[in-house]
Each structure stands twice: as C-alpha cells, then as structure tokens.
C-alpha cells in the first residue's frame, strides 16, 4: 500500500528538519523524510506556499509562516496522540508503521477524544524526538520476541 503524504505530514516534516537544522528545510530533506520524489515534495511545498503556510527560496529552502508553525504543531501533536494510544491503550508495538497510516485519517475531534484515553505529557510536541522519530517520552521497550508471553 502506497501511503498517501497530506499537507499537515509535510507541514510536519518541514517543522522537524526547521528545527533540527535551526534553519530552512532542503526540498530534498523534506523528500526524505516523506520518501517521495523531490518533484512530489516541490509540488506540494508550492501549495503550502500558496496557502500561505510556507515560505520557498530557490536554493535555500523551505521555512514554515507562523500559520504554518501552528498547524505543524498541531499535525505533531495528533501524531504523538495516536502514537500513545497505539502503544499505552492498545499495545501495538509496530505502532511508527500505524501511526503513520491513521494520521491523515483521523480528525481533531477524534484526536481530542483519543487524548482524554493516553497520558500525554503537558510538554506535548516538544517531546517529540525527530531522529527516533517518537515521543522522547514514550516507553517503547517491547521484548524482541513474543514467545516470551506465549510461554507459561
């Protein structure tokens, strides 16, 4: 299944390497991170644009309007929801893989209902650790195995 990249993941990408780069985001960057073509990261990079959410310089890269900051961190915030509640309600521990598919689909009404479930940290986005690509908080020390709760 292809996964299909919407404007609040490439805000929230464009948020991350901003931030870890304390700089501009690369076209290629961004690319990277959502694992699509340059081209397919430029196209919708001139639509964020275009909505005001971003600023372009040829050669120097992307950068987020406070709008754009905004609704990154919004973005990262339902992001880090469904990440808890996949791992602290239901105990996914393939939780990256999930999250990353439910993240276009599921509504701020649906987050704020998942959050009243998890025990998101007060901090919540800033926790999120972009080269884990997780919460920093998050305990996700799952045995390697499943036999171990198999055998009795």
């Known amino acids: 299944m292809v996964a299909v990249n919407?404007?609040?993941?490439?805000?929230?990408?464009?948020?991350?390497?901003q931030e870890t780069e304390n700089g501009p985001a690369s076209t290629g960057d961004v690319a990277d991170a959502l694992d699509v073509s340059?081209?397919?990261a430029n196209e919708m990079i001139g639509k964020l644009e275009g909505r005001?959410?971003?600023?372009?310089?040829?050669?120097?890269?992307?950068?987020?309007?406070?709008?754009g900051i905004v609704r990154a961190r919004d973005a990262l915030r339902t992001y880090c929801i469904i990440e808890r509640f996949l791992v602290e309600v239901l105990g996914v521990e393939e939780f990256r893989g999930e999250a990353k598919q439910l993240e276009s689909v599921i509504d701020d009404t649906v987050a704020e209902r998942l959050d009243t479930i998890i025990d998101r940290e007060s901090?919540?986005?800033?926790?999120?650790?972009?080269?884990e690509d997780v919460c920093a908080l998050l305990d996700t020390d799952y045995p390697q195995t499943a036999d171990s709760e198999l055998a009795d």
Not at 52 to 67: C, F, I, M, P, R
Request: contains cysteine; negative net charge.
């Open 123 to 131: 901090q919540c986005p800033d926790c999120f650790d972009p080269e």
């Open 52 to 67: 005001g959410l971003a600023d372009h310089e040829k050669y120097e890269g992307v950068s987020l309007t406070n709008e």
């Open 38 to 40: 340059p081209a397919s």
């Open 6 to 17: 919407t404007a609040d993941q490439y805000l929230k990408a464009i948020y991350l390497i």
